[in-house]
């Protein structure tokens, strides 16, 4: 199984960035697709997840109206679309794949810094 997260970097306040998650090893729309985020000093809290049914998604508050998450079964992948980003949003993403507790796949995670 793997599961890596691409496309984290130094951004300004107010641009965009998309993030990226490949998977394999699993049956990839059978499962719940998640993004989580890690500030530093602080516990790690849901972003987002776009369900295996593929017509859900639900964000956090902090987030909604400005993030987006997309998936394509095809490629296996799985996308967070951030716009309109604030220093606020500085952590580490990390995505995760769930079905059950038996099986939640994690990716490394990728840093996102936003500041001027």
């Known amino acids: 199984v793997h599961v890596v997260e691409s496309g984290g970097g130094l951004v300004q306040p107010g641009g965009s960035l998309r993030l990226s998650c490949a998977a394999s090893?699993?049956?990839?729309?059978?499962?719940?697709m998640r993004w989580y985020r890690q500030a530093p000093g602080k516990e790690r809290e849901l972003v987002g997840v776009?369900?295996?049914?593929?017509?859900?998604?639900n964000y956090a508050d902090s987030v909604k109206g400005r993030f987006t998450i997309s998936r394509d079964n095809a490629k296996n992948t799985v996308y967070l679309q951030m716009n309109s980003l604030k220093p606020a949003d500085t952590a580490v993403y990390y995505c995760?794949?769930?079905?059950?507790?038996?099986?939640?796949?994690w990716g490394q995670g990728t840093q996102v810094t936003v500041s001027s």
């Open positions: 776009h369900t295996r049914a593929g017509s859900g998604t």
């Open positions: 090893g699993f049956t990839f729309s059978s499962f719940d």
């Open positions: 995760n794949a769930y079905m059950m507790p038996e099986y939640s796949y």
